[in-house]
């Protein structure tokens, strides 16, 4: 049975992955419970494992991020018995004054013998280590693929994933969206590029439902307060095309970017060839056009431009590297997209930084 004190054992940086935002801890339970019951029959029970199942099911925390072995213990704890159990810790008690003295005085044979002790169990943990790593490396690839394929989610968590996706938030869909990005670059990935499409196009789908909605809505519709399935404040007040590119992952310069350079370019792809998240106001979703047109390019190339061009005319910070970084991604979308594809419509419609 939840209640209000069914968190009070956390501390308020633990209490965000249960409850952040708009996501209750009753929906978080809600949206993961069919997730472990799925997991549990296939006999994934150990906190760690369910940790990894929900981090490979693109399942995140309330406050979108990853599952740790900890957590999950605590989320089975809120599941099962309603509220969060800690151990009280265990202090040593404190020697009393004579004995800890007498220990104190140790000679320095006393000293010697200790440390070769912990010198003998050093070597040992390093033998042991060693030799995992060459029983590792001597595995046969055979051994390896049959484990990588003991991983691999079946189509049910596939249709089990692709239903939930009309309940879940837009930070949420984009979250899943980018992982399958990442996924993709990985050549090591445990996922087969079947499913990986096969979720980002329903994910796709899923924009289009909700972009359809907002578009189907009477012109004369009186304006409403209610936000919807997102969840924060992600669009620029003077220009929210910018936050349709923040939103889905992308960022450049020095700080904090996307990582690698790859994954940027793969974001600026997916905004190309699939629909864009419909978070933006319905006057400017028109705006971007159909995936894979000629407006939708010029449209995120527009973006990228003006983005450059006003780091520019800026004096008083170095924007050297996010303009190296936008002008790369540019050059990179006129080389796979333009030049090929709609450069004889109009040499001079692209923009430049």
Not at 301 to 308: I, K, Q
Request: hydrophobic fraction near 40%; glycine fraction near 6%; include cysteine.
């Amino acid at each position: 049975m939840i209640n209000g004190d069914s968190l009070s054992a956390l501390s308020e940086r633990e209490r965000r992955h249960f409850e952040f935002g708009q996501m209750t801890l009753s929906r978080l339970l809600e949206q993961v419970r069919p997730i472990i019951n799925a997991a549990a029959k296939s006999n994934i029970r150990k906190p760690a494992e369910v940790a990894t199942f929900l981090n490979r099911s693109s399942i995140r925390t309330a406050c979108g991020e990853t599952w740790t072995q900890s957590l999950v213990k605590d989320l089975l704890s809120l599941m099962y018995e309603g509220a969060i159990r800690r151990q009280p810790i265990r202090t040593k008690p404190k020697l009393p004054p004579k004995i800890r003295s007498e220990a104190e005085q140790l000679t320095g044979k006393d000293l010697a013998r200790i440390q070769g002790r912990l010198k003998k169990k050093a070597n040992k943990r390093l033998d042991a280590i060693q030799l995992a790593n060459s029983r590792a490396t001597s595995l046969s690839p055979t051994l390896v693929e049959s484990k990588k394929k003991a991983l691999v989610l079946s189509p049910a968590d596939l249709k089990k994933n692709i239903a939930m996706l009309p309940s879940e938030t837009a930070e949420a869909l984009q979250n899943r969206w980018l992982n399958c990005l990442r996924n993709h670059l990985k050549p090591e990935s445990e996922f087969p590029r079947a499913y990986l499409n096969a979720l980002m196009e329903a994910i796709n789908l899923e924009w289009k439902r909700r972009k359809l909605g907002i578009i189907s809505l009477n012109g004369d519709e009186w304006p409403t307060t209610h936000v919807g399935l997102t969840t924060s404040s992600i669009l620029s007040a003077d220009w929210p095309e910018e936050g349709i590119l923040s939103f889905v992952g992308y960022r450049v310069g020095k700080t904090n970017p996307t990582r690698p350079k790859e994954l940027r370019k793969l974001i600026l792809e997916g905004i190309f060839l699939g629909e864009i998240p419909p978070i933006l106001p319905r006057n400017l979703l028109s705006d971007w056009g159909e995936p894979g047109t000629k407006m939708r390019l010029l449209k995120i190339a527009n973006v990228l431009a003006a983005l450059t061009r006003n780091a520019k005319r800026k004096r008083q910070a170095d924007m050297s590297i996010a303009i190296g970084h936008w002008e790369d991604d540019l050059e990179h979308l006129r080389r796979k997209f333009w030049l090929p594809n709609f450069s004889a419509w109009g040499a001079s419609d692209w923009p430049s930084g």
